[in-house]
């Protein structure tokens, strides 16, 4: 199963109680999926056709909710992955229109609208709503692992204006696709795609993202402090090979008889020890010395080398 069929058929389980939402919810469903006609004798058909039986079931409901009458058939489509596509089909008279004028299809002077009136997005919880029946509807998401990536198309630009607006009030940044036949609105990041699962109410996909998001900050972190170590026994490496140059030359110019007791300490150490940090070095004078105590020798015994 895919993760985009696992995160539909989480949002298909979630308890749709306020009727408000359910408008919201239905408005993006037959927005997304579906297409209005206008029959003989001032009479209206909706219909909208889906690729999971979930899907269709959770708008089957909604649509039930209202007291209308709706047609349920599949369909064979040999020619997709999915075998079977799943469409609703609702017509009517009066009772169909005022319908679609909830759903926001139709205006109050019974013009067929473009845009979602803001009524039906107003509330916070009827935005997530509508976000979640665009995704049930035409949405795709990648497994959290892969490259990041959530999308929803349609063929309505406004349609995905409204869907982008909605979107940025609960801090959603979703992206429109251009140049291509199918329009569309996507985000790449982690953290909204995340965010997304959560404001629709796929908790489960939203904890594998978090899940993924938490390992990929560990190693990120893991990275750097490796990085970060690697360089520092290069830096040490370079130093200790400086150091060791300066002995060297100490000990060919006849200096060596010169110099003082802590000095001959020191750089007979860092010949013995020529991996070992500042620190370790301090740690094998006897008495043992501070870093800063080392480091001072270190940098005498390379002046007195020229």
């Given amino acids: 199963m895919s993760f985009t069929t ?78 079977k596509r799943y469409e609703l089909y609702l017509e009517g008279g009066a009772r169909l229109v005022q319908f679609l004028n909830e759903i926001g299809v139709l205006s109050d002077r019974l013009i067929l609208l473009d845009t979602v009136p803001h009524r039906i997005i107003k509330r916070r919880c009827c935005r997530e709503a509508f976000l979640r029946g665009a995704f049930l509807a035409s949405g795709s998401a990648s497994r959290p692992g892969s490259a990041a990536h959530l999308e929803i198309y349609s063929g309505s630009q406004a349609f995905l204006d409204t869907l982008q607006e909605a979107a940025a009030t609960l801090d959603l940044k979703l992206s429109p696709v251009r140049g291509r036949r199918r329009p569309a609105v996507y985000a790449k990041s982690l953290a909204t795609i995340r965010d997304f699962m959560v404001a629709t109410g796929a908790h489960e996909a939203a904890l594998e993202f978090e899940q993924r998001a938490i390992l990929g900050s560990v190693r990120e972190a893991a990275n750097r402090r490796a990085n970060c170590d690697q360089a520092n026994a290069a830096r040490c490496s370079r130093a200790a090979a400086r150091q060791i140059r300066s002995i060297s030359r100490l000990k060919e110019s006849g200096a060596w008889d010169s110099l003082s007791p802590n000095l001959v300490e020191i750089a007979e150490l860092r010949l013995r020890h020529p991996s070992s940090t500042i620190m370790e070095l301090g740690g094998l004078s006897d008495p043992p010395l501070s870093k800063s105590a080392v480091n001072h020798r270190l940098r005498r015994l390379a002046e007195l080398a020229g």
Avoid at 24 to 41: K, Q, V, W, Y
């Fill in 6 to 83: 696992t995160v539909k058929q989480e949002l298909n389980r979630v308890a749709r109680e306020r009727t408000c939402c359910r408008t919201a919810e239905l408005a993006a469903l037959f927005r997304a999926a579906g297409s209005f006609h206008l029959r003989s004798g001032e009479r209206y058909g909706l219909e909208a056709a889906f690729g999971l039986a979930a899907t269709a079931r959770t708008a089957l409901l909604l649509v039930k909710s209202f007291d209308l009458p709706v047609e349920v058939r599949v369909r064979e489509e040999k020619r997709l992955r999915q075998r």
